[in-house]
């Protein structure tokens, strides 16, 4: 039957579905969800940066319902929906199979930041992205998970490039009306508001609740009338502050973290630590256990068995280690109650527990009371085995207890539309079920399947979205610097070049800048009209990085004032937005840190499926996904102490692969204007990458190795 509109009660219904949707980042990884806040208000769904909360803030309520009277655009928004409840409802799912008993007790996964997506920037980087993909996938996997972090009212902060080139760093307030969060609300509907001691205080705080499709991941919030100004500061920045803040946040975030999970009744059968921030959680547990009777012997012993861990960088200063006078004070008034003193609890962040000179160490504490402890990537792990070795000075470094599980990417998160219409239109509308699969990926070998003309077409697709946005976007900036040498922006890059993608935190051992010291050689390549080459880099330094800074002052510099200048862009701003439209438009994704000290790295996974070849030192996750025919190495499985050396040693070795492989592949076409050896790559890339370094595989394997094994 055909009605011509949908009646009074079905339109409430979707217009409450719509509301609830809005409020769980599931449409962040569902493509039709997000083209119905889209279409709605198409600009604001621009200008609010893909915010769905936002959007159906700016449509009425009056201009929604009638803007439902629209039959189809009705029945899109009830499909969406409908997906939406069968995804919330779905009874078959991996982790009931495989671990039913985590979903009474589930897993509980405490990190100081997760990044989920751009419109709630509450991560700086890497680690919370791993931390939003690892939720994503538990998800998807049906997986008992809930997860812990803060509130970070100002978020991580924008950059912004001044006349000198030099970044500089602001921050907006967040609202929480127009953010897919919801208060925790106690059973008289007020917020539950729970109290943690430091320093000397009673600290209150809140908590906000994000939907990450089945699973909630609880923020923390201190900015509640009965605390001091300065409590009510503490959550207001990721990392912000100076190392007083950054204790105080991770008593917040451990002490703090499990006692609103005890509030909530959640009772989890394990604890995750992200990185060494979270470790105070295990004090926590153990002061819980005192308080029932326990010796602090058998209250250390059980924690352990109740907690794991995951180290994520080999660099020094990437492990928080705090005073003992500082110690003393962030956690006089909770010490206290563990009954400890001062030297033992030092000691349980000490390599050398007698050593009263030696700080308390965050990773030792996390290390020395959990029950598994991994790297995050083979060579990561070997070398935190040889880091930590000093721990356990009666075993080998082969013995140290730390495995290592590999990153991987939320793929349905990363995946850019004209990838996911191509597998729609190749598959039919439940392509998305099978993402995760070898098979699926196993096709790319078959050229009866997919042509290579279709994937070139695709990849110009993708390169043509990149250079548009990068327009858009510099145009922005330049409007901003009003420079006397406007770049004609409409006609800025090259949609038929060779497009090389940088984009990561600006810390020195990632090497930004390493590709120009072969200036006069880059030179030569950008000028080489028949092989057109270019560069787009991004990233953020950390506001007290100057080294950082200094990196991207020079790029910005080369970009503006070279002979470089047209080939060469620095987008500012880098977050998961332009992560996205990076990774998918550019040919090749440059990765070249100063090895080993790349733990994992994941921007290179993110790259994979849209048909972006890694070009990277075998370093991290790159080690272990290079075979030789799936994209670029720099160097090989080695590397020389001297940092000169090394540094001169891998800018050679990448100039020399640019020019000797990746350039003469992909601008080798045949009659029919294709690079057949080119798409063969991709195709490998693809195959061979995608159903590994994704988190639907790393999560299952977190869940057989740690979460399940005792
Ligand atoms: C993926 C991602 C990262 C991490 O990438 P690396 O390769 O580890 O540097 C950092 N920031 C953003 C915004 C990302 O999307």
Same mark, same amino acid.
């Given at each position: ?20 949707l809005?409020?769980?980042l599931?449409w ?31 449509v009425?309520?009056y ?9 189809d655009f ?7 929906l ?13 982790g009931?199979?495989n ?53 970070y ?47 000397m205080?009673e600290?209150y ?77 295990? *004090?926590?547990?153990?002061r ?8 602090f ?18 660099v ?14 962030a956690?006089n ?6 009954k ?12 050398h ?51 290592h ?18 597998w ?10 099978s ?13 009866e ?9 695709l ?16 145009l922005?900036?330049?409007?901003r *610097?009003s ?11 090259n949609p ?7 984009a ?8 930004a ?38 990196f ?13 200048k047209?080939y060469?862009?620095?987008i500012?701003?880098?977050d ?10 550019c040919?090749?994704?440059?990765n ?15 790259a ?13 996750w ?11 190495a720099?160097?090989?499985?080695s590397?020389?102490?001297?940092i ?21 592949c ?9 690079p057949?050896?080119?798409i ?10 995608v ?20």
């Amino acid at each position: 039957m055909n009605k011509p509109h949908f009646s009074a009660d079905e339109i409430t219904e979707l217009t409450v579905g719509l509301n609830q949707l809005a409020r769980n980042l599931w449409w962040t990884w569902n493509q039709e969800a997000q083209e119905v806040f889209q279409q709605l208000s198409p600009r604001g769904w621009q200008n609010l940066y893909h915010n769905a909360v936002a959007v159906l803030h700016e449509v009425s309520n009056y201009e929604l319902r009638v803007r439902l009277q629209d039959r189809d655009f009705a029945r899109q928004a009830r499909a969406v929906l409908d997906n939406f409840q069968t995804y919330l409802k779905e009874a078959k799912t991996w982790g009931r199979e495989n671990a039913p008993h985590l979903l009474q007790n589930p897993v509980a996964y405490f990190s100081a930041e997760f990044g989920f997506h751009e419109t709630l920037p509450i991560s700086a980087g890497g680690l919370g992205i791993l931390a939003g993909d690892h939720a994503k996938s538990a998800s998807d996997l049906g997986l008992g998970f809930v997860g812990v972090t803060l509130f970070y009212r100002e978020g991580y902060f924008q950059q912004t490039v001044n006349q000198d080139n030099w970044q500089s760093e602001y921050y907006t307030r967040l609202n929480p009306r127009n953010l897919p969060i919801e208060p925790v609300l106690d059973a008289k509907n007020e917020p539950l508001v729970c109290t943690v001691e430091i320093a000397m205080n009673e600290v209150y705080f809140q908590a906000w609740r994000v939907n990450v499709g089945r699973c909630p991941v609880y923020l923390l919030d201190t900015n509640r009338p009965e605390n001091e100004q300065h409590y009510r500061d503490l959550t207001l920045r990721v990392y912000g502050g100076d190392s007083t803040t950054r204790i105080m946040q991770e008593v917040l975030l451990g002490v703090g973290g499990v006692r609103l999970l005890r509030a909530l009744g959640v009772q989890p059968s394990v604890f995750h630590m992200n990185e060494g921030h979270a470790a105070f959680l295990t *004090l926590e547990l153990v002061r819980e256990k005192l308080a029932e009777g326990k010796s602090f012997r058998d209250a250390l012993a059980r924690t352990k068995a109740e907690c794991i861990f995951t180290t994520h960088t080999p660099v020094e200063a990437g492990h928080d280690r705090f005073s003992r006078d500082l110690v003393n004070y962030a956690l006089n008034r909770f010490q206290s109650q563990l009954k400890l003193s001062l030297n033992d609890l030092m000691a349980l962040g000490r390599v050398h527990p007698e050593d009263a000179n030696e700080p308390f160490c965050m990773t030792v504490l996390a290390l020395r009371v959990s029950r598994a402890a991994n790297g995050v990537s083979e060579l990561h792990g070997q070398v935190s085995r040889q880091m930590w070795h000093c721990l356990y000075p009666d075993k080998s470094p082969d013995e140290v207890p730390i495995g290592h599980i590999t990153n991987g990417v939320h793929l349905l998160g990363w995946m850019k539309g004209p990838v996911r219409r191509f597998w729609r239109r190749k598959l039919g509308p439940t392509w998305e079920s099978s993402v995760n699969s070898a098979d699926f990926w196993q096709r790319l070998t078959d050229p009866e399947f997919i042509a290579d003309e279709e994937i070139w077409a695709l990849r110009y697709n993708l390169r043509r979205e990149l250079i548009e946005f990068t327009r858009r976007r510099l145009l922005i900036q330049g409007l901003r *610097l009003s420079q006397d040498d406007f770049i004609a922006f409409d006609q800025l890059l090259n949609p038929d070049a060779l497009t090389i993608g940088f984009a990561r935190r600006f810390a020195t051992y990632k090497r930004a800048p390493l590709i120009f010291q072969q200036f006069e050689n880059v030179l030569k390549l950008v000028r080489d009209k028949q092989r057109p080459i270019q560069f787009v880099f991004a990233g953020k330094a950390h506001p007290r990085d100057d080294e950082g800074k200094r990196f991207i002052q020079h790029i910005i510099h080369l970009s503006k004032y070279s002979e470089l200048k047209g080939y060469l862009v620095f987008i500012e701003n880098y977050d998961v937005h332009v992560g996205r439209q990076m990774v998918s438009g550019c040919d090749v994704w440059l990765n070249n840190p100063r090895r080993p000290l790349e733990a994992s790295g994941t921007s290179g996974m993110k790259a994979n499926c849209h048909g972006c070849l890694n070009f990277s030192i075998l370093d991290g996750w790159w080690r272990e996904g290079y075979d030789g025919t799936n994209g670029f190495a720099i160097g090989d499985d080695s590397h020389p102490d001297s940092i000169e050396e090394q540094d001169r040693r891998d800018s050679e070795n990448l100039y020399q692969t640019l020019t000797e492989e990746i350039i003469p592949c992909f601008f080798d076409r045949d009659a029919d204007g294709i690079p057949r050896q080119w798409i063969q790559k991709i195709r490998r890339a693809m195959a061979t990458l995608v159903p590994q370094f994704n988190t639907w595989r790393m999560v299952q394997e977190y869940t057989r190795r740690c979460y399940l094994f005792k």
